[in-house]
């Protein structure tokens, strides 16, 4: 894996009034330099909101008619509702980014790998091969490096064999400023040259930067903990052997969020532990800014829903520091054939 450098931000408190800043810096802008980006399994837009960020114009690909509500009230660009296959017509587009699914090939499945229906990487693949873009990127979760090595092998492979140089790195959000303990597969196909995102250096996000005054409120529609919950928990916690309880704590980045540890009432569930001691599940919100959704991006659907997206989602400030790792490529290899063009002239 290759090696990231480190950002020093001078800032005497970097992580003071966390929601301003992301509400700031992840507002969707503008850049008629930069190319369309295609985002396929798009879910809600985390990825997209991090690209548009930095300037790029998006179109997304999404199943899941909520998510695609969701990524239409919020982003600039529009997300159409399909199921993709591999003969989904597309349009052409510089850059291809996107979070295929991945369930086949847990320990459980089938283990056809790319022949597998359910899997969502022959669709990654197709478009690839089909557009040929300058660049292309996909983020997956970290069992893909480990359990399913040679699932990540055969991908990459196929994708060498259509010309490209592949760039492939281990990355925790916590190092790009999102204030939860993240660990993402990140692939990335290019023509050479490319470079990773450099990491904030300094203190992470804590989960008590992100929440600020929400940990100490009590909505109305509260979910807390009932006495059975508590024991179910100190059971799951005892099992699992764990040091500390799993509630949230505010000095650190949160647990990596997934859909079932905010939708549902499991024993690693986030939790909020109040002053007087009682417990209570995190709220939509709450859950959305550990992804660093900003707070003006409304979620769309019921409940639980919303809490799918926020769990299945990139995190937005990941996907920025991504995006512009992305946009430096391009704007090196734009000058590099200026630079050409010049010489041969």
Known sequence: MSQTKLTFIEDEHPNENYPGRIATTLCPTEDDC??????????????????????????????????????????LGRCEQVFLTPDTELPDARVVIG????????????????????????????????????????????????????????????????????????????????????????????????????????????????????????????????????AYVARYEKASKCIRPRDLHLDRPARTVTCRNIAGATGDMHRIRLADGRRRRITVREAAR???????????????????QIGNAVSPMFAYHLAGSVRSYLQRAEVGHEAAAIVTA
């Open 290 to 308: 550990l992804q660093s959704f900003p707070d003006w991006f409304e979620f769309t659907g019921t409940e639980m829903a919303q809490f799918n």
């Open 34 to 75: 930069l190319p369309l980006v295609l985002d396929l399994f798009a879910g809600c837009g985390g990825l997209a909101l991090g690209f548009e960020a930095r300037g790029f114009e998006t179109i997304g690909f999404e199943m899941e008619v909520d998510a695609c509500e969701t990524y239409n009230g919020n982003l």
């Open 99 to 230: 979070g295929p699914p991945c369930q086949p090939f847990s320990v459980g499945g089938r283990q056809l790998g790319l022949e597998d229906a359910r899997d969502g990487f022959p669709v990654f693949i197709s478009a690839v091969e089909r557009l040929r873009p300058e660049i292309w990127l996909f983020e997956n979760v970290r069992g893909l490096f480990y359990r399913n090595q040679h699932y990540l092998d055969e991908i990459v492979s196929t994708l060498q064999g259509l010309g490209y140089q592949i760039s492939v790195n281990l990355l925790n959000a916590k190092r790009y400023g999102v204030p939860q303990n993240r660990e993402r597969v990140i692939v990335v196909g290019h023509g050479g040259g490319f470079q990773w995102p450099d990491e904030i250096a300094g203190p992470p996000v804590t989960a008590g930067d992100a929440l600020g005054n929400l940990v100490k409120e009590v909505p109305e529609d509260a979910k807390f903990l009932t006495a059975s919950m508590d």
